[in-house]
């Protein structure tokens, strides 16, 4: 959203006009101000402690942190009055991109809308008298139908700014969405809704605001995972790039295999854990190259046997590299076995059909498919068409039918749209003689 196209902003206006239409009714004598106000206060105060000199590094990041008490106004108000306490804290949150005042209106919008569905929900399933009655166990299946809500909202949302404004496919801008936000926010469901009978009982607002001390504790430890997982790709980077540099043909290659494979995996229904790791094997199945002679990998001239079994080592080299990385899990098998074949003439170890590991299978077509759709100093990159077809015919004997069926399927429907690009303006010049004609031996 850094430049809005113009569809974006339509969408994100009548985002805003919806969430006016159903905040309007809370523009009455009959509305108390005093729960709204301290509940607004509260989460824009919650947003704040991201910029907090003692707190601050150590806060949660991100707008969202706090759902409790945005979720406990839904279980306490009305649904026009609850739309309005995440106003002022979705207003004064940091922003880090531009624009920021289309963000900051877009955020407001979206989360008045999320709460008044969800609070329209609750009071529908008669969670309202629940709460004042200080019963929780009643509360809880109303409860759970308001996060639903809550979820459904965001998910619907969230998907369309991402096809309006970043151009994402519409068949996958919304996938994953749900599953992802609906067990973060069913905790945070929970919270609220204690602090919503708190709130409601004898023991007052008071006791229910002490509620976000345990919840701003679960929230740190949630980002201290976020703190390991970016450290985790900053490593995946570091390799990545250090392998770019040392071979130029790669140059990009592992991003694109990496995405290729991602794609693969969720055509085949996968589940997000495994195609996340799965992106990251694609990413990091060349990583063993930082093991062999950069004079071997820059070699122009053919290559001499000894020369082609120290080059096809690459896959142990890799597999000893990341051995230690836990968090790789089934990646660690594809990098090792990714030039295995499916007639058992590949390498390292000549392993054939089912003995090589679902991952190796992803990554061989992946990669095969973005040596031959890259433009390298020896070759002019064929178009997709073309490198789906030679895929095709070596299906069977080389590579796993069904990851090529997938491919092409996926490829068919959504295009191929390479997130990191080949060096341009190089010049092709003569295949070397040394590097065999098969799909996927462009990289050796």
């Known amino acids: 959203m850094r430049t809005v196209p113009p569809v974006a902003r339509v969408y994100v206006l009548l985002t805003v006009g919806g969430a006016l239409v159903c905040a309007a009714p809370a523009v009455s004598p009959d509305t108390s101000w005093f729960a709204v106000a301290l509940l607004a206060c509260v989460y824009a105060g919650c947003e704040q402690v991201g910029r907090c000199r003692i707190v601050g590094r150590r806060a949660p990041k991100g707008m969202g942190t706090f759902f409790p008490v945005l979720l406990a106004g839904a279980f306490l108000l009305p649904p026009s009055v609850a739309a309005l306490v995440a106003v002022p804290g979705a207003f004064l949150a940091r922003v880090e991109q531009r624009p920021a005042g289309l963000r900051r209106l877009w955020r407001a919008a979206q ?32 409860a759970a139908a308001a996060v639903l809500a809550f979820c459904v909202v965001l998910t619907v949302l969230d998907g369309g700014i991402l096809a309006a404004a970043e151009r994402v496919p519409p068949r996958t801008a919304w996938r994953g969405l749900f599953l992802r936000s609906l067990a973060p926010v069913a905790v945070h469901g929970l919270a609220g809704l204690l602090m919503a009978v708190l709130w409601a009982s004898s023991y007052g607002p008071v006791a229910a605001l002490l509620v976000l ?51 693969i995996a969720r055509e085949l229904g996968m589940a997000d854990e495994r195609v996340e790791v799965l992106r990251f094997a694609g990413i990091l199945h060349d990583v063993g190259k ?59 170890y000549g392993l054939s059909g089912a003995q090589i590991p679902e991952f190796a299978r992803v990554v061989a077509v992946a990669d095969a498919f973005d040596a031959m759709t890259s433009t390298r100093t020896y070759s002019r990159a064929r178009p997709v068409a073309v490198a789906l077809a030679e895929l095709e015919r ?35 010049v003569a295949r070397p003689a040394g590097v065999a004609a098969v799909p996927g031996a462009a990289s050796r």
Request: glycine letters at 12%; charged letters at 20%; proline letters at 6%.
């Open 111 to 142: 989360l008045a809308l999320g709460i008044w569905a969800s609070a329209r929900v609750f009071g529908a399933l008669g969670g309202s008298d629940a709460v004042s009655g200080a019963r929780l166990p009643y509360a809880l299946v109303p």
């Open 213 to 263: 001390l345990p919840m701003y504790i679960s929230c740190w430890v949630f980002a201290q995972y976020q703190r390991e997982r970016a450290a985790h790709q900053a490593t995946i980077r570091a390799l990545v790039q250090a392998v770019d540099i040392k071979d130029g043909y790669t140059r990009g290659h592992s991003e694109r295999v990496g995405q290729a494979s991602m794609m």
């Open 290 to 348: 930082l093991g062999v002679p950069t004079r071997l990998l820059r070699k122009d001239g053919p290559l001499t046997p000894e020369e082609r079994e120290i080059i096809q080592l690459h896959p142990e080299y890799g597999h000893e590299m990341v051995r230690g990385i836990g968090f790789l899990g089934e990646a660690r098998a594809a990098i090792l076995h990714h030039h295995e074949r499916l007639d058992g003439s590949g390498y390292p």
């Open 394 to 428: 070596c299906a069977g004997s080389q590579f796993d039918p069904v990851m090529v069926t997938a491919l092409a399927r996926v490829l068919g429907r959504d295009g191929w749209h390479p997130v990191v690009t080949a060096d341009e303006g190089v010049v092709p």
